[in-house]
């Protein structure tokens, strides 16, 4: 494989509204990341991708974009952002801008416009349709709750919205939004921008027709996915987009692309052929959902080590040699990684490293979710009120007010896998609102800042943060990390999880404990050994002993990393 700087990069994902607050008025702002580039610095990443700062009437925090080309005022101005630009470009680091194609807000002009009729020259930049005897044009679930068809009074008719009302579709088949798309983006990359992370950026080619999705659950509407991920004309516009904007300019894309296969996912990345870099893959995400095949999230069963592993290393092998990973256990659409993953009570600080160790090890780009570097948790509400996600909202009012689930048992949902989780304020200090912000925060801090802030990450030598730091380092410091070849290890163990990596004659042997209990790691007999001693290179808990790699015992949640000739 080519080496290439986005592959040897390490990503941190900043969500700008809960991010640092310069100006008091509870809202994050690009000012606030301007503040903070010395501490994204210091952790040593050197790729930040911002959720979207673009202007936007809210309802989706930003993924409704009202203006392609302006800043959300309460983030700030154009000249801000180009501050903040040249503020990472000084620092050695790229910026990589959220594109959300897939929709616009209501409030975009070209809706505005669409909306005024059906003879109106913007109606066809979405998708409007009639109803069917007397209700929507098909069955079709949006991702946030009831119908994906809102009716226009105006015109009689429905426009499709995959997510929320104010999300309305674009209709991709318009060779003119096509070129629009290409349009804004050549305009951001002429500013300097070094990439794309592009929003479900494989639901933007629908079946035609539109057809009904088969009815699999007892709802009123339908998961529709298989007539709009990954539609029949993905790869066409994909490429387009390429030939177009992306071959032009020397930058990094990653497309968001639920439910994607390996197989699937290198129709979109291979290197040979493919469009864009890398995709973003929910697999691991689905593992602790009730129903894989539906619309919902919010649901809770428990995960085994067994599937994440299975699920991981099958990316890992699949894709290797032929494209490249994104490496995530959070974002700001997931519930917090140690809590998810890991433990965020007693084992909170050794199970966040471990799970670092994961993410920075496997062959792939790291993405650290901002305060994962800290070990955030996620947070538990008393009330649905202090809620404000539109996901989360909606799928209270329905669990609760149309399927009659018990109010706790909703909450429970929330408290364990709403998007809020990772959106509550950065943790910086001790201080009032966790040091956020001199004002009252958009949405509620974690009551648990006092013990987990920045501050106190970087006063203690042996926090989570410089552990973060280390295998950033370590990564630039062996080649072996990012381009090694992968082998899975112990695949029957069900405690352990363990690989191999091996390039150039240099091998990285990887063992990490998901366990509340000490395992024992025996090395497989065909495992090659080493001709010199094995070094540590990494681990989460002291080790004095040097007894050889045959049989170690690890302690509860302990990871290790052996490097070897
Ligand atoms: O994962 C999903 C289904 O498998 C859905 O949750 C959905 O595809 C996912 O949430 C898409 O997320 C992105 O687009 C949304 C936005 O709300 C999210 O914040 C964004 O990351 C609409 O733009
Ligand atoms: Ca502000």
Redesign the pocket.
């Given at each position: 494989m080519d080496r290439k700087w986005w592959k040897e990069s390490v990503m941190y994902q900043v969500y700008p509204r809960s991010f640092y607050d310069s100006n008091g008025d509870g809202i994050g702002d690009l000012r606030g990341i301007l503040e903070k580039l010395d501490y994204l610095q210091q952790l040593g990443v050197d790729m930040v991708w911002l959720?979207p700062v673009y202007k936007s009437p809210n309802d989706?925090?930003g993924?409704?974009i009202s203006d392609y080309r302006e800043i959300m005022p309460e983030f700030g101005t154009l000249d801000d952002w180009r501050e903040l630009l040249d503020g990472m470009h000084r620092r050695g680091m790229r910026l990589v801008m959220?594109l959300?194609v897939?929709?616009t807000s209501d409030e975009h002009p070209w809706f505005v416009e669409a909306r005024k009729g059906k003879d109106n020259p913007c109606r066809d930049y979405y998708i409007w349709r009639p109803g069917k005897n007397g209700a929507e044009p098909n069955n079709w679930a949006s991702?946030?709750g009831g119908s994906a068809w809102e009716y226009d009074p105006g015109s009689g008719e429905y426009y499709l919205h995959?997510?929320t009302r104010k999300?309305p579709d674009l209709n991709w088949e318009n060779p003119r939004v096509r070129q629009e798309v290409y349009a804004l983006m050549r305009w951001w990359l002429d500013q300097g921008v070094d990439g794309f992370r592009m929003?479900?950026i494989n639901?933007i080619s629908k079946a035609p027709g539109l057809p009904d999705a088969p009815v699999h659950s007892s709802r009123r509407y339908q998961f529709g996915?298989q007539h709009f991920i990954h539609g029949p004309r993905l790869l066409e516009f994909l490429d387009e987009m390429k030939r177009e904007v992306l071959c032009h300019y020397d930058l990094f894309t990653v497309g968001?692309t639920?439910?994607e296969s390996v197989a699937t996912a290198l129709e979109l990345i291979d290197e040979e052929s493919g469009s864009l870099h890398s995709v973003v893959q929910?697999e691991h995400?689905?593992l602790d959902v009730q129903d894989r095949g539906s619309?919902q999230?919010l649901s809770l069963a428990p995960w085994k080590l067994a599937d994440l592993k299975e699920t991981l290393d099958r990316w890992q092998i699949g894709l290797q040699g032929r494209g490249w990973n994104s490496l995530y256990l959070s974002?700001?659409?997931q519930g917090r990684a140690v809590s998810r993953f890991g433990d965020d009570g007693a084992y909170r600080v050794v199970s966040a490293k471990l799970l670092a160790t994961l993410l920075h090890l496997q062959q792939g780009i790291p993405y650290i979710y901002q305060g994962e570097e800290i070990g955030m948790t996620n947070v538990r509400f008393e009330s649905i009120e202090q809620y404000r996600d539109?996901?989360t909202l909606n799928f209270y009012r329905e669990a609760v007010e149309e399927r009659g689930m018990d109010p706790q048992a909703a909450l429970a949902l929330i408290h364990a896998k709403g998007?809020d989780n990772a959106r509550t304020p950065m943790q910086w200090s001790a201080g009032e609102q966790a040091g956020f912000s001199q004002g009252t925060p958009w949405i509620g801090v974690n009551p648990n800042y006092p013990q987990i802030n920045v501050e106190q990450a970087l006063a203690d030598p042996d926090s989570i943060f410089y552990y973060y730091q280390k295998l950033i380092r370590l990564r630039r410091e062996h080649p072996l990390i990012v381009y090694g070849d992968y082998s899975p290890l112990l695949v029957e163990h069900p405690q352990i999880y363990a690989f191999r990596r091996e390039w150039q004659g240099e091998r990285l042997l990887v063992m990490l404990n998901f366990s509340r209990e000490s395992a024992l790691f025996e090395l497989p007999p065909d495992f090659p050994l080493p001709e010199s001693p094995a070094r540590l290179l990494l681990s989460n808990y002291p080790v004095e002993d040097s007894a050889g790699l045959q049989h170690i015992t690890l302690r509860p949640y302990e990871g290790r990393a052996y490097l070897m000739k």
């Open positions: 959720s989706d925090n993924y409704d959220d959300v897939n929709h991702f946030f995959l997510f999300q929003d479900v639901m996915g968001e639920p439910q929910f995400m689905d619309v999230r974002n700001h659409d539109v996901e998007r």
